[in-house]
């Protein structure tokens, strides 16, 4: 297995070797989420010629960003392609996060029942979560406060989840992306499409406010604008609407004697409000399921708020509000079919490829699906020899256990600039300076985790602005706080 | 030789707890910045007495280099090129104010650039960035009056949300809750106020929020973040805000702790 060097590949830049024009490819996926660039990471492996066009000025900006970090075992019954595609996932992550060096602990989640009647239910969700072929046990009550001593003594029953693991949704986002561009893989930011239209030979012309791209194949990973993807591909009319999720950052100075996921007792309706761990140390309390009709509203509200603090706290009763240090909210693409990768029926070569909420832990294995049903319509897609599939090791000195050989092989890793969350100079160079890199303060905080903290970047801003103006070539002022805006006005 | 004590921070509250220790043990004193003063500034007029009387006691200095990790025992320091582990009976932590979060304040609503901290303001407008036109400071941090004033002379309209603000063109009182508004860049402030005669709202356009609530003590060493912290003295009094008056007040707060330690050696 090659690694990946800074020189890229010589698939790099010669766009396609099978096309005569250059911005023509074999695929091109819509959307830089956690699936479209699972998706391109896959292709690019591969001797097919794939571009990715992502709207927003980075990728992992919709729910791939503001989800709660679970790589689940389970997440529905038995027999659908989505439960297929999580359980083909979940033994990969140890190997697929060491070679994207991407943050990930197999902790398992623990699913706490608070009466009687939750307990009766708990039972249900064992059995199919068994029928799933997937590791499930009761635990007594002694058993779960053992399991998780930070768990509420109202607790009448649990259920023990061994596989379920906690990881980076944005580090594995970017880390997809990166791979896809270090083989190659053109990838387009703010490229918004606008327009598409079939071509006489049956190929895509696919018109985005900077330019132009043809292919063969589209691949509809374009999340909650999915429907509107498709619809202009002349495709079916799918129809999606953003559900939002809110959630609340608990400080790690709680939230790291956390040993397990706290999930609450699925109800009929809703999966609840949890308690999960954060590759970070800290923890996430949500999500909210909230349907609604504007993709851009991604608001918080004070009462959703403290109710997230309340219902986290019935699960692990030590949580307070004055631990909570963020609020943020994101929108998950719902849709009538709540998991889709299959041929659009009208168009044969749109390829849909959207989740409800387990885009990440079903990644994996839904890009290898994604390439066999490419492959199977006729795409060639041969191994290619000199593709890279190891990304260089990202290490980090808030949980290094020997940041004395980090600071020896690079000076850099020795400065820190995020004091709460120990990220150092080296970190966010490597940030601004990836395949893929940060272009905003926001995008070294997807990518390393600086800000994440409990001071809310009020000591480092102002010097990883300054730090990210001098690699983007933009000035303290003008260079973008977030994907949209910028510090100054 | 005995242990160490190590103080984090070199303020005025660390340089107060070092020179207060220093006569009875070896101390050492750790800042993320390459300069003494902190948020009194490197340039302060009573720093070079302090440095000296500091040099005069044998008090060890290691400027730039940030703290990371403390288990009761020893201290895990890195800086450019070094990383040390440092052993110690006793961490003061003096590592200073930061403003309330948005998440503390209960600021709710769109996420939108524009929101930052005073801290980072204070950077930012010091190296002339041009921020905003019009700006909502909220609160009433002794970051609110600086900021407001540079902001003014620089030419943007200051609207203060709290109780005392002569510095703003406008100001409004706190609210019972607030949230900001704006999809790419902050457009507005709203607030709702719970008046006897029903709830009142009143939505304020900006280009700029800047946090700056009273202050809150910073913590970031792993295992020195809790009240209850294993041999940590934490030294980061909200009120005084003076250089003289924070420097005697840790000098109080260092010569009791050598007292009870003394006292408990004896025995």
């Known amino acids: ?105 197999r902790i398992g989640a623990i699913m706490v029942a608070l009466d009687e009647e939750q307990a009766g239910r708990l039972e249900h969700t064992r059995d199919e979560i068994l029928a799933c072929g997937v590791r499930a046990e009761m635990l007594t009550v002694a058993q779960a406060l053992r399991d998780e001593p930070l768990i509420t003594r109202r607790c009448v029953a649990a259920l023990s989840m061994p596989d379920e693991g906690v990881i980076d949704p944005m580090a594995l986002t970017v880390a997809y992306a990166n791979l896809a561009a270090a083989n190659g893989v053109s990838v387009r930011l703010g490229w918004r499409v606008t327009e598409i239209a079939t071509l006489d030979d049956g190929r895509h012309r696919i018109v985005a406010g900077k330019g132009v791209v043809t292919a063969r194949f589209i691949v509809n990973a374009a999340g909650v604008a999915a429907g509107r993807i498709s619809r202009l591909a002349g495709g079916e009319d799918l129809d999606y609407w953003p559900r939002k999720g809110q959630y609340a950052v608990l400080d790690r100075a709680f939230a790291q004697a956390l040993k397990r996921i706290v999930f609450s007792t699925h109800s009929t309706t809703t999966k609840g409000i949890n308690v999960v761990p954060t590759t970070h140390g800290s ?186 103006a001098l690699h983007t070539g933009t000035g303290p002022a003008t260079v973008k706080q977030t994907a949209r805006g910028t510090v100054g006005a | 030789m005995s242990t160490p004590v190590i103080v984090v921070g070199a303020g005025p509250s660390g340089l107060g707890c070092a020179l207060a220790l220093a006569s009875a043990l070896p101390v050492v004193v750790v800042e993320r910045i390459p300069v003494l003063g902190g948020t009194a500034g490197w340039d302060h007029p009573s720093l070079r007495a302090c440095a000296e009387r500091a040099a005069d006691l044998g008090v060890t200095f290691r400027l730039g280099e940030s703290a990371l990790r403390w288990d009761g025992r020893s201290l895990l320091i890195t800086g450019p090129g070094t990383c040390a582990t440092l052993n110690a009976e006793h961490l003061f932590y003096a590592g200073g104010l930061r403003p309330a979060t948005a998440a503390a304040l209960k600021l709710t609503g769109d996420r939108p650039a524009g ?93 700029g929020i800047v946090l700056a609530e009273q202050p809150v003590p910073n913590r970031n060493i792993d295992g020195a973040v809790l009240t209850g912290a294993q041999d940590v003295t934490y ?33």
């Open chain 1, 1 to 105: 297995m090659r690694r990946f060097e800074r020189t890229q590949s010589s698939k790099g830049t010669s766009m396609s070797r099978h096309s005569p024009e250059p911005d023509d490819f074999d695929v091109v996926v819509i959307g830089g989420g956690v699936l479209g660039t699972a998706v391109a990471a896959r292709l690019s492996g591969t001797t097919a010629s794939t571009c990715l066009l992502e709207a927003e000025s980075d990728v992992a900006e919709g729910a791939s960003k503001g989800n709660a970090g679970v790589a689940v075992s389970y997440y529905g019954p038995p027999g659908t392609l989505e439960t297929q595609l999580i359980t083909a996932s979940t033994p990969r992550w140890e190997e697929i996060t060491g070679r994207l060096s991407v943050p990930y602990r």
């Open chain 1, 283 to 468: 923890a996430l309390l949500g999500p909210t399921a909230e349907d609604h009709q504007d993709p851009g509203d991604k608001s918080t509200d004070l009462e959703t708020a403290e109710r997230l603090v309340a219902s986290a706290s019935t699960l692990v009763p030590g949580i307070t509000e004055d631990m909570i240090i963020k609020f943020f909210a994101a929108n998950r693409p719902a849709s009538d079919e709540s998991h889709r990768l299959r041929f659009d029926r009208n168009v044969s070569t749109l390829l849909h490829c959207t989740n409800r909420s387990a885009g990440v832990s079903l990644s994996p294995a839904a890009a290898d699906h994604a390439l066999e049903l490419l492959t199977a319509a006729g795409l060639r897609a041969g191994p290619a020899p000199e593709a890279v599939h190891v990304l260089p090791p990202a290490p980090r000195m808030r949980n290094c256990p020997d940041p004395g050989a980090l600071v020896a092989r690079d000076p850099q890793y020795g400065q820190i600039v995020c004091a709460c969350e120990h990220v150092s100079a080296a970190e966010i160079n490597r940030a601004l300076a990836q395949p893929v890199p940060a272009t905003s303060i926001d995008g070294v905080r997807k990518r390393t985790g600086a800000t994440y903290g409990r001071c809310q970047g009020s000591l480092c801003s102002a010097g990883i602005s300054f730090m990210t």
């Open chain 2, 115 to 207: 929101i930052l901290p005073a801290t980072v303001v204070e950077h930012l407008l010091q190296a002339g960035v041009p921020l905003w036109r019009t700006v909502v400071v909220i609160g009433e941090g002794h970051w609110a009056g600086t900021i407001a004033r540079k902001a003014r002379r620089l030419g943007s309209r200051v609207i203060a949300i709290g109780r005392h603000a002569p510095w703003a063109d406008e100001r409004h009182d706190r609210p019972a809750a607030w949230s900001a508004a704006g999809r790419d860049r902050v457009t507005a402030i709203r607030l709702v106020y719970d008046d006897p005669s029903g709830q009142r709202q009143l939505e304020l356009a900006c280009d």
């Open chain 2, 235 to 267: 030294v980061q009094p909200l009120t005084p805000t003076g250089f003289q008056a924070r420097f005697d007040d840790a000098q109080r707060v260092a010569s009791a702790w050598l007292e009870t330690h003394r006292k408990v050696d004896a025995r």
